[in-house]
């Protein structure tokens, strides 16, 4: 079993709907990721919080918006997505260093469906 | 900038055989990390093995082994006695050094294993 665990499982919206994933860890990891796979494709990554501050945003669309509450959860707002936003939206936590982020841990992802 | 190129999009491999995933790498950074992950149909990456950019000795972890030419600038992942649940796609990926650096993925291989 994953130790990172991400909700919803599966999400269809509407491009007016407004809806979140979840993700949480339980390891103490002080980085949290966000990553958008489309089919075929490897993983881009669209925000990484290191401890528990944005620190990385690769120029992701305002319609999506990153939240840390704390050290174990990460949330990724949605808002007015298109169809082409449809992807597995993949979280992970690692603990970061000098030489690193560190071997990164991966929920089993949610699958998002835009209408 | 760094970048991963994996040239095998697909391969295919019979039960108890060994089996070499291809993978080279571009960076201008002196310290940097290596990385495999495996991803099942299921959608999760499943970290495999790490290389440090000065770490001497080859990584190994069980089955998997990463030869790491770091003249050539290739971290090959090397599968020993394949096991028809090795059948996924595989990435190999690299890290920036820093507390919030990024983990870059390749376009993957797709390895089927075949009794």
């Known amino acids: 079993d994953t130790e990172v665990t991400q909700t919803p499982k599966h999400l269809v919206m509407g491009m007016t709907n407004k809806k979140s994933l979840k993700c949480e860890q339980h390891?103490?990891?002080?980085?949290m990721y966000w990553y958008k796979q489309k089919a075929k494709k490897p993983p881009e990554l669209m925000f990484v919080?290191?401890?528990?501050?944005?620190?990385i945003n690769e120029s992701v669309p305002s319609r999506f918006s990153p939240e840390c509450p704390n050290s174990s959860l990460l949330n990724l707002h949605l808002h007015a997505l298109q169809p082409e936003d449809s992807a597995l939206y993949l979280c992970?936590?690692?603990?970061?260093?000098?030489?690193?982020?560190?071997?990164?841990?991966f929920g089993e992802g949610s699958r998002l469906t835009v209408l | 900038a760094q970048k991963i190129t994996q040239t095998q999009p697909g391969m295919f491999v019979q039960e108890k055989e060994a089996v070499t995933l291809d993978c080279t790498y571009d960076t201008s950074d002196q310290s940097y990390g290596l990385f495999w992950y495996k991803q099942p149909s299921s959608g999760e990456m499943i970290f495999l093995i790490y290389q440090g950019s000065y770490d001497e000795q080859n990584a190994t972890e069980g089955r998997y082994s990463l030869n790491f030419q770091k003249a050539r600038k290739s971290a090959n992942l090397v599968i020993s006695a394949s096991q028809l649940g090795d059948s996924a796609m595989y990435f190999c990926?690299?890290?920036?050094?820093?507390?919030?650096?990024?983990?870059?993925f390749g376009t993957g291989t797709r390895l089927q294993v075949t009794l």
């Open positions: 390891m103490g990891h002080r980085a």
């Open positions: 990926a690299m890290s920036n050094t820093g507390t919030a650096s990024k983990l870059t």
């Open positions: 992970a936590s690692s603990n970061p260093g000098l030489a690193g982020p560190g071997e990164l841990f």
């Open positions: 919080y290191s401890y528990e501050k944005l620190s």
